[in-house]
């Protein structure tokens, strides 16, 4: 065998050079019966031959045996070492050429060795690239496109191949196949040739490909696609094939114009017949799939228009189907019906809706379920939807006394930031009400936890929101208890830091929970106050200009509250105030203005 391929290819070498088409045709043969025999072996003892070179002179449209050298080409480009050496040997140019054959053999074999050349080969893709291969490639399957005859669908799914070997995790390629607009062509090709497995396959991969490309949605937005793969995912049994749609489903779903075309193409009543069907399965390939339905179920949720559709009013077959995932016994489930709730809690609407409805005492029930040793993707989810349930006035009052706030207390022992930061957010949505923040701010395990967590520097969330739930408590209690709690637990040196915050909504709710303090319980704060540096802090923030108008007025209120302590007061009348607060009497904001002038006086008093 060694010694006949050794013959072969001394022979090719010789008969290429005469072009004498029927022995070339012979070689030929002899060399694909030995790369179907031992591939690997065969395409190194090609490539040492230094015959490749040859093969560029082999392929000319002329000839009848191109598509033979074609396919040894595309047959040895299977192997990952022969790539580039096939674009070294000049290969690409002439390859690219033959694509403007009429022969459909030529064709066929040519876009297999243009596709193996690519697969995972940059240096073969740029080749391709330069020699605008990929333009004729997409020209073809337009014009191929309505053609169902067996053969035309073979070359059909070659070419699709081909681009996506092409294209496949480069971003530009695949943006410049966008440009080219292949996507439409490729939507067109998936609603003809739908009964083909091997093409739809195919069309399938190239979507997966191209749908990670934010610019690929809205081609795909303008055309059926959700229709067509939501006909096609109704035909799928088998568990391979549905996963393969789901890939292409996922990564589209996050338009929401095409969210909103697959609702309407009826992709929810897929995803819920498969719940029904898999939810007692414990196969783990029913596992998967019931996660991958509930999850994109979820998904389509988070446009706002696809959201309202399937809300209907609370009155929906889809939101009263999701209900009863929340007191399912699978945790996949839950977790989808909490987050499933929580999308359709975006508008005070559909959350008064909720509310009335008893939806808050369901997701208890589900906390309930998870305090000791739970599920923390569920109990973030379940908090999620109780912070979000919150965000309407009319609901604060009834979600409160449905005991919702010593539902989620009983978290406040998790070590989970993601849980932590919902819980924080829930109470802080929830405590607009002075009788509720009373109760809440002497809770002092309640104090002292938030204390702990605005000291989280590896989760700025939690640290915020711990912050601005302690500020909460003082702003909408106005209580001298809360007050006393929060200064014995050492919270006023984090309210003090949080006034400097990036954020002026936070900077803001820290000057008016301070001013609160100094206004009701300054004795009791004013040690606090003072080693945390608070009337530096304001002196710097009336100082600097890009401080915005609200903090500047809330911290010259501020400082009229401090003038009771004679320690704090001194430190006022040592850093120049005077100066400072003078300069702002002409400020462009009159609420400033004014407040400079009755600040001014009151130092100029006091001094």
Same mark, same amino acid.
């Given at each position: 065998?060694?010694?006949?391929?050794?013959?072969?290819?001394?022979?090719?070498?010789?008969?290429?050079?005469?072009?004498?088409?029927?022995?070339?045709?012979?070689?030929?043969?002899?060399?694909?019966?030995?790369?179907?025999?031992?591939?690997?072996?065969?395409?190194?003892?090609?490539?040492?031959?230094?015959?490749?070179?040859?093969?560029?002179?082999?392929?000319?449209?002329?000839?009848?045996?191109?598509?033979?050298?074609?396919?040894?080409?595309?047959?040895?480009?299977?192997?990952?070492?022969?790539?580039?050496?096939?674009?070294?040997?000049?290969?690409?140019?002439?390859?690219?050429?033959?694509?403007?054959?009429?022969?459909?053999?030529?064709?066929?074999?040519?876009?297999?060795?243009?596709?193996?050349?690519?697969?995972?080969?940059?240096?073969?893709?740029?080749?391709?690239?330069?020699?605008?291969?990929?333009?004729?490639?997409?020209?073809?399957?337009?014009?191929?496109?309505?053609?169902?005859?067996?053969?035309?669908?073979?070359?059909?799914?070659?070419?699709?191949?081909?681009?996506?070997?092409?294209?496949?995790?480069?971003?530009?390629?695949?943006?410049?196949?966008?440009?080219?607009?292949?996507?439409?062509?490729?939507?067109?090709?998936?609603?003809?040739?739908?009964?083909?497995?091997?093409?739809?396959?195919?069309?399938?991969?190239?979507?997966?490909?191209?749908?990670?490309?934010?610019?690929?949605?809205?081609?795909?937005?303008?055309?059926?696609?959700?229709?067509?793969?939501?006909?096609?995912?109704?035909?799928?049994?088998?568990?391979?094939?549905?996963?393969?749609?789901?890939?292409?489903?996922?990564?589209?779903?996050?338009?929401?114009?095409?969210?909103?075309?697959?609702?309407?193409?009826?992709?929810?009543?897929?995803?819920?017949?498969?719940?029904?069907?898999?939810?007692?399965?414990?196969?783990?390939?029913?596992?998967?799939?019931?996660?991958?339905?509930?999850?994109?179920?979820?998904?389509?949720?988070?446009?706002?228009?696809?959201?309202?559709?399937?809300?209907?009013?609370?009155?929906?077959?889809?939101?009263?189907?999701?209900?009863?995932?929340?007191?399912?016994?699978?945790?996949?489930?839950?977790?989808?019906?909490?987050?499933?709730?929580?999308?359709?809690?975006?508008?005070?609407?559909?959350?008064?809706?909720?509310?009335?409805?008893?939806?808050?005492?369901?997701?208890?029930?589900? #906390?309930?379920?998870?305090?000791?040793?739970?599920? =923390?993707?569920? $109990?973030?989810? %379940? /908090?999620? &939807? !109780?912070?979000?349930? *919150?965000?309407?006035?009319?609901?604060?009052?009834?979600?409160?006394?449905?005991?919702?706030?010593?539902?989620?207390?009983?978290?406040?022992?998790?070590?989970?930031?993601?849980?932590?930061?919902?819980?924080?957010?829930?109470?802080?949505?929830?405590?607009?009400?002075?009788?509720?923040?009373?109760?809440?701010?002497?809770?002092?395990?309640?104090?002292?936890?938030?204390?702990?967590?605005?000291?989280?520097?590896?989760?700025?969330?939690?640290?915020?929101?711990?912050?601005?739930?302690?500020?909460?408590?003082?702003?909408?209690?106005?209580?001298?208890?809360?007050?006393?709690?929060?200064?014995?637990?050492?919270?006023?040196?984090? #309210?003090?830091?949080?006034?400097?915050?990036?954020? =002026?909504?936070? $900077?803001?709710? %820290? /000057?008016? &929970? !301070?001013?609160?303090? *100094?206004?009701?319980?300054?004795?009791?704060?004013?040690?606090?106050?003072?080693?945390?540096?608070?009337?530096?802090?304001?002196?710097?923030?009336?100082?600097?200009?890009?401080?915005?108008?609200?903090?500047?007025?809330?911290?010259?209120?501020?400082?009229?509250?401090?003038?009771?302590?004679?320690?704090?007061?001194?430190?006022?009348?040592?850093?120049?105030?005077?100066?400072?607060?003078?300069?702002?009497?002409?400020?462009?904001?009159?609420?400033?203005?004014?407040?400079?002038?009755?600040?001014?006086?009151?130092?100029?008093?006091?001094?």
């Amino acid at each position: 065998m060694a010694d006949n391929l050794s013959d072969t290819l001394k022979k090719l070498k010789i008969t290429a050079a005469d072009r004498t088409d029927d022995s070339l045709e012979g070689c030929l043969d002899c060399l694909l019966q030995a790369l179907m025999q031992n591939n690997m072996e065969t395409s190194e003892k090609i490539q040492g031959s230094g015959i490749l070179q040859v093969f560029a002179s082999l392929l000319i449209p002329q000839s009848s045996c191109t598509a033979k050298v074609a396919n040894v080409i595309a047959e040895i480009a299977k192997n990952e070492f022969m790539r580039i050496p096939c674009v070294d040997a000049g290969l690409i140019s002439p390859l690219v050429q033959l694509l403007n054959s009429k022969d459909q053999e030529v064709l066929l074999q040519t876009g297999r060795a243009l596709g193996n050349i690519c697969y995972d080969s940059h240096e073969g893709r740029s080749a391709v690239d330069q020699a605008g291969g990929a333009q004729i490639v997409v020209d073809h399957l337009r014009s191929l496109c309505s053609k169902t005859d067996p053969a035309s669908e073979k070359l059909l799914t070659v070419f699709c191949g081909m681009l996506m070997n092409y294209s496949n995790e480069n971003d530009s390629l695949q943006a410049q196949l966008i440009n080219m607009g292949v996507i439409p062509t490729l939507v067109k090709l998936l609603g003809i040739h739908c009964q083909n497995a091997a093409l739809t396959e195919m069309c399938l991969v190239a979507f997966g490909n191209l749908a990670e490309l934010e610019s690929s949605k809205e081609q795909f937005a303008s055309t059926n696609i959700a229709e067509e793969l939501v006909k096609l995912f109704k035909k799928q049994i088998e568990h391979d094939k549905r996963e393969m749609v789901f890939e292409v489903l996922a990564p589209l779903a996050e338009n929401d114009a095409i969210k909103l075309q697959l609702v309407e193409s009826g992709l929810v009543e897929c995803l819920l017949e498969i719940v029904q069907q898999k939810v007692d399965s414990d196969k783990e390939e029913d596992i998967a799939e019931l996660k991958t339905a509930s999850d994109l179920m979820v998904l389509l949720l988070l446009g706002d228009e696809s959201m309202q559709k399937l809300f209907e009013g609370g009155k929906g077959n889809v939101f009263q189907r999701v209900l009863s995932w929340i007191p399912s016994n699978n945790h996949q489930l839950q977790l989808a019906g909490a987050l499933a709730i929580a999308n359709f809690a975006r508008n005070d609407g559909n959350c008064i809706h909720m509310v009335d409805n008893g939806i808050v005492e369901k997701l208890m029930d589900l #906390l309930d379920r998870h305090v000791e040793d739970g599920n =923390v993707t569920v $109990q973030h989810a %379940a /908090l999620s &939807a !109780l912070r979000n349930l *919150a965000i309407p006035v009319v609901n604060k009052a009834k979600m409160l006394s449905a005991g919702v706030t010593e539902a989620v207390l009983k978290f406040l022992k998790s070590e989970m930031p993601p849980v932590q930061f919902k819980l924080l957010g829930t109470l802080r949505m929830l405590i607009d009400a002075q009788e509720a923040a009373e109760q809440l701010g002497k809770n002092v395990k309640l104090v002292e936890r938030l204390v702990e967590w605005c000291e989280a520097k590896d989760h700025a969330g939690v640290m915020g929101e711990s912050n601005r739930l302690l500020s909460a408590l003082i702003r909408h209690s106005k209580s001298k208890d809360v007050i006393k709690t929060i200064v014995q637990s050492g919270g006023i040196k984090h #309210l003090v830091t949080m006034a400097t915050s990036e954020h =002026v909504i936070m $900077q803001n709710e %820290a /000057l008016v &929970a !301070l001013a609160l303090i *100094a206004a009701l319980e300054l004795g009791t704060a004013e040690k606090d106050l003072e080693s945390a540096q608070l009337v530096q802090i304001l002196h710097r923030l009336l100082a600097d200009e890009r401080s915005a108008p609200e903090i500047k007025y809330n911290s010259m209120v501020l400082i009229c509250a401090l003038m009771g302590s004679e320690s704090l007061h001194k430190e006022v009348q040592d850093l120049a105030f005077l100066d400072v607060v003078s300069k702002l009497r002409s400020h462009e904001n009159k609420s400033v203005a004014q407040q400079a002038s009755l600040t001014e006086q009151r130092l100029a008093v006091e001094s």
